[in-house]
């Protein structure tokens, strides 16, 4: 079974700041990796997939980058509809399994 | 609009049974692969299961396997968790999601607002 580790768990942050999260997977899974936005009580929103590709209307400042076991999620410029906890996920094989998620919080 | 609406969730013993159904409007749900994915209260997201287009190819999560069962009825447009022997630890929000490449094994693009079910006596 994969592994995946994201970190920070928490990260405090200001608007107009650039946030950097990091997923590890514990064994190479090409570019299977998506990335998702989580606001209290709601679902999770899709924002990248493929490593990198933005989902259709996800705002230019999200990005995502990596390969094999290393990958990063950046947002510049936070905004405050930003602050949110945000999981990756692997896709490689079943089980599927997410990251333990990162809570972007306001500074 | 484009959506799936989860219902069925509820209060259950341990032990007990429950059936989350999926409805999905806006779309074609037998061009998708499907599945349902979980939050326990405070945690992470947790997969359970995924379903193929005409439901041939089914998978699942080690912990529910041989007491959840995940099934579909294009015609109603609906995908469906049948869940048994319950236990407290799969209290949860339970959402539904579209798969929108080919292969089962995907990330997914479309959520609904999720059913709770909770397991207690």
């Known amino acids: 079974v994969i592994w995946m580790t994201q970190s920070p768990s928490l990260v405090s942050a200001s608007i107009g700041d650039r946030v950097t999260i990091s997923c590890r997977v514990s064994?190479?899974?090409?570019?299977?990796l998506a990335w998702y936005q989580q606001k209290p009580g709601k679902a999770p929103d899709l924002l990248i997939f493929?490593?990198?590709t933005l989902q259709t209307g996800v705002p230019s400042r999200f990005s995502g980058s990596g390969y094999g076991t290393d990958f990063t999620l950046t947002i510049n410029n936070l905004q405050s509809e930003d602050f949110a906890t945000y999981y990756c996920?692997?896709?490689?094989?079943?089980?599927?399994?997410f990251g333990g998620g990162t809570n972007v919080e306001i500074k | 609009e484009v959506q799936v609406v989860e219902s069925g969730g509820g209060l259950v013993q341990p032990g007990g049974s429950l059936r989350l159904s999926c409805e999905a409007s806006?779309?074609?749900?037998?061009?998708?692969?499907m599945g349902w994915v979980r939050q326990a209260p405070g945690k992470g997201l947790e997969w359970v299961a995924n379903?193929?287009?005409?439901?041939?190819?089914?998978y699942y999560m080690d912990s529910v396997k041989g007491r959840v069962t995940i099934s579909r009825d294009n015609a109603q447009n609906s995908v469906y968790l049948q869940m048994n022997s319950l236990r407290a630890d799969d209290t949860a929000v339970y959402y539904c999601?579209?798969?929108?490449?080919?292969?089962?094994?995907?990330?997914?693009?479309?959520w609904g607002q999720g059913t709770h079910v909770t397991v207690s006596s």
């Open positions: 999601a579209r798969v929108p490449s080919g292969s089962g094994w995907s990330w997914f693009d479309l």
């Open positions: 806006g779309f074609v749900v037998s061009r998708y692969w």
């Open positions: 379903i193929k287009q005409d439901g041939g190819d089914i």
């Open positions: 064994q190479d899974i090409s570019t299977y």
């Open positions: 493929a490593t990198s």
């Open positions: 996920q692997n896709y490689d094989s079943f089980p599927l399994i």
